[in-house]
């Protein structure tokens, strides 16, 4: 079992950055995969990026912008976001899937609006 609580979100401009924290309350080192989902308003959950031993991935519309990374000693993942869209507004939830079963934060809001 694990608790996960998302830090990091905000308002901002298109075109800006910002960097999501996944703060675990245990050692992730053996946890694979952790990743990064996003709800927006009126849409399903979609998954973001993801990361394990055998490396990460990413959703289509977020490769080249978005970096996944963890800290196992912090016990943290992370989520760089840089040239922020509109379209990625939504709220993010950090998940780790621990013996096949998933485990979900609370989610932090993340808006990108002039």
């Known amino acids: 079992q694990v608790q996960l609580v998302e830090s990091g979100g905000g308002l901002v401009q298109p075109g800006g950055s910002l960097r999501l924290s996944c703060a675990a309350s245990?050692?992730?080192?053996?946890?694979?995969?952790m990743g990064w989902y996003r709800q927006a308003p009126g849409n399903q959950r979609e998954l973001v990026a993801r990361i394990s031993h055998r490396g990460t991935n990413y959703a289509d519309s977020v490769k080249g912008r978005f970096t996944i990374s963890r800290d196992n000693a912090k016990n943290t993942v992370y989520l760089q976001m840089n040239s922020l869209k509109p379209e990625d507004t939504g709220v993010y939830y950090c998940?780790?899937?621990?013996?096949?079963?998933?485990?979900w934060g609370k989610g932090t809001l993340v808006t990108v609006s002039s």
């Open positions: 998940n780790a899937e621990v013996f096949s079963m998933n485990y």
């Open positions: 245990r050692s992730i080192f053996s946890i694979n995969p």
